[in-house]
């Protein structure tokens, strides 16, 4: 009798709504995933020089993010001529159980910048091992690594600009002390590196103009009507460009990451370059 209460329109709905759910669930696991969005962001400020940064974060190198499929953006960030080139951390997903090394150096090394290549520590830098190997695998690709440190550049209009990296605020040990003895009065523009988002409140008072983060994977997952999934230290700051209320008004950008987290799928969120002119 069951049959008998079901209308005949039932059914074509229902295919419809079968039909969608896989057409949905094939882009979020086989397209978007691989397609990466150029996010340019204007800062106004007083800095005396066009100076172009581009961040990028969260590669996260696994058996559903290869070091082939990195190597796909590589000419695109070559192609933004890049002054300035930064990673926020989190190479590999897991490097105990997927972590070939040699490609990957090869594809780093690849990426041109005219004022060098700066990374700092993420959480999953730490775990499977990679705390032995991150550090190695970055520096042999041309990277500096920044753990509670900070770099002057020396711009070719001889302003001076300070970037600064903090270590990782869930397994690392962050000391912003040894970076606040470098700093100098007269530095032009001064950027802050972290890896996990929500620590930004944190050194929101410490004269950077900018800080740049990554881990919160921008949510990963962006259905309508639905709250996008969170992680440990970026509830507050998810995706995109935040105004920090501080003693001194500044910006902090969470960059929405490379590669995936847990589940190998993006949907309405998709892989992030971000380019700060």
Not at 31 to 56: A, D, G, H, M, R
Not at 78 to 100: A, M, R, V
Request: proline share 5%.
């Amino acid at each position: 009798m069951f049959h008998r209460l079901i209308r005949p329109s039932f059914f074509p709905v229902l295919l419809i709504l079968i039909i969608t759910a896989v057409i949905i669930s094939y882009y979020a696991v086989k397209i978007e995933p691989y397609t990466v969005t150029i996010n340019n962001v204007n800062l106004s400020n007083n800095f005396p020089e066009n100076l172009k940064i581009i961040q990028i974060s969260d590669i996260q190198i696994s058996e559903n993010y290869q070091a082939s499929d990195f190597q796909k953006i590589i000419s695109q960030i070559n192609q933004l001529s890049p002054d300035i080139f930064i990673f926020t951390g989190d190479l590999y997903e897991n490097y105990s159980s997927y972590g070939p090394e040699e490609e990957l150096i090869q594809l780093l090394a690849g990426i041109s910048a005219a004022y060098g290549k700066y990374a700092v520590w993420g959480n999953r830098d730490y775990g499977g091992g990679a705390v032995r190997r991150f550090e190695k695998i970055m520096t042999a690709g041309g990277f500096q690594v920044l753990c509670n440190e900070g770099v002057h550049i020396m711009l070719n209009n001889g302003e001076r600009l300070f970037l600064a990296g903090l270590d990782d605020s869930l397994m690392g040990t962050p000391d912003i002390t040894p970076i606040l003895s470098q700093m100098k009065k007269d530095d032009s523009y001064r950027i802050l590196m972290l890896h996990e988002p929500d620590a930004a409140d944190l050194y929101a008072d410490y004269g950077f103009e900018l800080m740049l983060a990554g881990h919160s994977h921008g949510g990963q997952v962006n259905l309508p009507f639905l709250s996008s999934p969170t992680t440990s230290m970026a509830k507050k700051y998810q995706k995109g460009l935040y105004d920090i209320e501080s003693s001194e008004k500044i910006k902090l950008y969470v960059n929405s990451g490379i590669g995936t987290s847990h589940f190998p799928i993006r949907f309405r969120v998709p892989p992030e370059i971000t380019v700060f002119d």
